[in-house]
């Protein structure tokens, strides 16, 4: 069983920041997309950002400006660096990490929420 562990996440002011992690086994973060989605109760999941292995980056166009996506490879952890927090971006984060239709995995989940 490949565990995505996650971490970073909580309750923080809008206008603030957070940064999330998630740690993967190394055998899987090395050849492997990484990615972090965000979900809403009663919505779809959707993409936040992605990473590849070489470090090619792709955000969705709703946070672009204000989160960024990094991986440390001697660490075998990605990153979602989230500043200028709104309201709006309150859900829980879940990292993913995906090689093929046969390779993907995902972690449990973080919950941020963005309130005053």
């Known amino acids: 069983q490949v565990q995505l562990v996650e971490s970073g996440g909580g309750l923080v002011q809008p206008g603030g920041s957070l940064r999330l992690s998630c740690a993967a086994p190394g055998s899987i973060f090395t050849i492997s997309t990484m990615g972090w989605y965000r979900q809403v109760p009663g919505k779809v999941r959707e993409l936040v950002a992605t990473?590849?292995?070489?470090?090619?980056?792709n955000t969705a166009d709703s946070v672009k400006g204000r989160f960024t996506i990094s991986r440390d490879n001697a660490k075998n952890t990605v990153y979602l660096h989230m500043n200028s927090l709104k309201p709006e971006d309150t859900a829980v984060y879940y990292c993913n990490a995906h090689r093929s239709e046969f390779m993907d995995y995902w972690g449990k989940g973080t919950l941020v929420t963005v309130s005053s």
């Open positions: 990473i590849t292995s070489s470090g090619s980056t």
